[in-house]
């Protein structure tokens, strides 16, 4: 049975950083887009950041470019630093994996039950 687990949320307060982890087990992952989506309260979960398989390429949501940095230990760990936090990256962060790109929520192959982070004023 697939899992994605994830740990490192918590509170922080504006400009400050946090380190998500995401580890996955049940299978190998080391052909598949390890990623992050977030949700926020009455809004729509969306796409955060992807790596791929071989952690040569990553894409980033615009809103968190250049604050936020995935990475990928090895097949089936990744991990989200995200600094310069702001109270509008406060969301549930899920971890996502999927046999090919997608920022879509809807086309995502396995998912993890999430880890809150808040980001206060």
């Known amino acids: 049975q697939v899992q994605l687990v994830e740990s490192g949320g918590g509170l922080v307060q504006a400009g400050g950083s946090l380190r998500l982890s995401c580890a996955a087990s049940?299978?190998?992952?080391?052909?598949?887009?390890m990623g992050w989506f977030r949700q926020a309260p009455g809004k729509e979960r969306e796409f955060v950041a992807a790596?791929?398989?071989?952690?040569?390429?990553t894409y980033y949501a615009d809103s968190v470019k250049g604050r936020f940095t995935i990475s990928r230990d090895n097949a089936n760990t990744a991990h989200l630093q995200m600094n310069s936090l702001k109270p509008e990256d406060t969301a549930v962060y899920y971890c996502?994996?999927?046999?090919?790109?997608?920022?879509?929520?809807?086309?995502?192959?396995?998912w993890g039950k999430g880890t809150l982070v808040t980001v206060s004023s």
């Open positions: 790596i791929s398989g071989s952690g040569v390429s």
């Open positions: 049940g299978r190998t992952f080391s052909s598949a887009v």
């Open positions: 996502a994996a999927d046999w090919g790109f997608t920022r879509s929520p809807r086309t995502v192959d396995y």
